[in-house]
């Protein structure tokens, strides 16, 4: 059974930082491309930002240079370190995989950015 189990989230005060990660189960996690997507209150989701499975990093521009993606195919778990929060920020963050043609999603955690 595939799992994916996103955990870190929490209330911070704007300029801020939290770390989240994302523990994988079920799949060759080094074999996947691995994703962070969030989605606030009322809002369609976003993309935030990949890692692939060769290595390649990309980033949405509203968060290149406060976030930092990373992954650790040991221990198979996916992380996601964020600075300098800001209140637009604020949503469910959940980690994705991409595997072979196939989706799996996780269920996320909270991130709350507010003064």
């Known amino acids: 059974e595939v799992q994916l189990q996103a955990s870190g989230g929490g209330l911070v005060q704007p300029g801020g930082s939290l770390r989240l990660s994302c523990v994988a189960s079920?799949?060759?996690?080094?074999?996947?491309?691995m994703s962070w997507v969030r989605q606030a209150p009322g809002k369609d989701p976003e993309w935030v930002s990949s890692?692939?499975?060769?290595?390649?990093?990309t980033y949405h521009d509203s968060v290149e240079g406060r976030f930092t993606i990373s992954r650790d195919n040991a221990k198979n778990t996916l992380y996601l370190q964020m600075d300098s929060l800001k209140p637009e920020d604020t949503g469910v963050y959940l980690c994705?995989?991409?595997?072979?043609?196939?989706?799996?999603w996780g269920k996320g955690t909270q991130v709350t950015v507010s003064s």
């Open positions: 994705y995989a991409y595997l072979y043609g196939v989706e799996y």
């Open positions: 890692i692939y499975s060769y290595g390649t990093i």
């Open positions: 079920g799949f060759t996690f080094g074999s996947a491309d």
